[in-house]
């Protein structure tokens, strides 16, 4: 497969200007303030048709393969912090796959539609105080009356929390097994009970509000649900295999901009009568990292065109999210190192890219999850926990 045919490439220029025009111009502030504005931004997006590429064209789409979203991803992080490509990879990548694969038409026409012509904001509800990697561990509950779910519950770390219009949430329908007692629904979030409680204070991804929310007997149709009952926890680990594809692409251009940068500022910066670049273990440790970004590139590039093909890449995207997290914090930290003192300081662009990097381990399945997944999959687990 390649990333790099007429079609891809025109892609890969529009998504670029965007990002040098739109964004970049304004990271500093947004980071400062603590929040961009989402929903100016996404119909900026959602007019030169980057917010549903992979979707139907009768809900706006434009209906193309999922390599052009690898694509998109790859181009977006060159938008100078974290924050801003994930708010934009949940709205596309995370809380609308399952909504477009199995929801009704009525429910796609209402939600999905207005969220590629960029004219709402969506968020992803799944992780919990007591549940965040352990997805089959979620409390929020939804309760059958009538024609309608009343949902009682929370929700935390959620990206574009508090500007999101509405939420793809994953609630408990039932008292059966962890993996077949949840449903996903979607949740208006101006609807009477649901409360954005607070605005949480990161250590990275300034840029991109995250929020906590209750749900007080919060009262939806039932017709708001996506498929079937009972399915949810399937409907997620679908989910999962783009979010994280997404999040591998996303990763590279970044991680080619901190060396990029770290090179820059090391081929200035004097110590003991020569620049700091000319120590063979910096110049030979930044090409170690290079090559590394390159091979996370081809698994990132062979994960997608299986998943294209219509092969299950569940082993191959969770090696995709272990390997861009570790890399994402190997080649902050060495880069930061050089850069000294002033690595350390708050404004520089190494020292933003050593915070929001750091989240990539974490959100969307730990590293443990992802080993473990791996060692699943490979029957290397201890029989009785396989």
């Not at 509800?125 to 929020?140: K, M």
């Not at 996370?296 to 569940?314: D, Q």
Request: proline letters at 3%; one cysteine or more; a negative charge.
């Amino acid at each position: 497969m390649s990333l790099w045919t007429e079609e891809h490439q025109m892609l890969r220029d529009t998504v670029r200007r965007f990002v040098e025009t739109e964004i970049n111009p304004n990271v500093d502030e947004w980071e400062e303030e603590g929040m961009f504005p989402a929903h100016e931004l996404f119909k900026k997006a959602g007019n030169l048709g980057l917010l549903g590429l992979n979707r139907e064209e009768k809900y706006g789409g434009r209906k193309l393969d999922y390599s052009l979203n690898v694509a998109q991803s790859e181009e977006l992080g060159g938008i100078e912090c974290g924050g801003i490509p994930m708010a934009i990879g949940v709205h596309t990548d995370m809380c609308t796959p399952a909504l477009a694969r199995f929801g009704s038409d009525a429910l796609k026409r209402e939600y999905l539609a207005p969220s590629i012509s960029g004219d709402v904001v969506g968020c992803l509800g799944v992780s919990e105080a007591s549940a965040g990697s352990d997805v089959a561990n979620i409390q929020t509950r939804a309760r059958r009356d009538g024609d309608d779910y009343v949902i009682n519950g929370s929700k935390l770390w959620i990206t574009n929390g508090l500007q999101a219009d509405w939420m793809c949430a994953l609630v408990k329908t039932s008292d059966g097994h962890p993996h077949t007692n949840k449903s996903m629904v979607i949740i208006p979030m101006d609807a009477p009970g649901v409360s954005r409680v607070r605005k949480l204070n990161k250590l990275g991804m300034r840029s991109s509000d995250t929020a906590e929310i209750y749900f007080d007997d919060v009262r939806i149709p039932v017709s708001n649900r996506i498929g079937d009952e009972g399915v949810g926890f399937m409907y997620q680990m679908l989910q999962f295999q783009e979010e994280r594809l997404w999040a591998g692409a996303n990763s590279l251009v970044g991680l080619e901009n901190i060396i990029k940068w770290t090179i820059e500022y090391t081929r200035q910066r004097k110590a003991f009568k020569k620049s700091i670049l000319d120590n063979q273990v910096v110049h030979f440790r930044l090409a170690e990292l290079s090559t590394e970004i390159e091979a996370l590139r081809a698994l990132v590039y062979r994960a997608t065109e299986l998943h294209i093909a219509g092969e299950n890449v569940t082993r191959l995207a969770s090696m995709v999210k272990l390997k861009c997290g570790r890399l994402s914090r190997e080649v902050a930290d060495s880069c930061l190192q050089y850069w000294g003192g002033m690595g350390f300081m708050w404004e520089t662009k190494v020292s933003r890219a050593f915070r929001d990097t750091r989240l990539v381990s974490i959100g969307g399945g730990a590293d443990e999850i992802m080993l473990s997944i791996i060692c699943k999959m490979d029957g290397t687990l201890p029989e009785k926990k396989r």
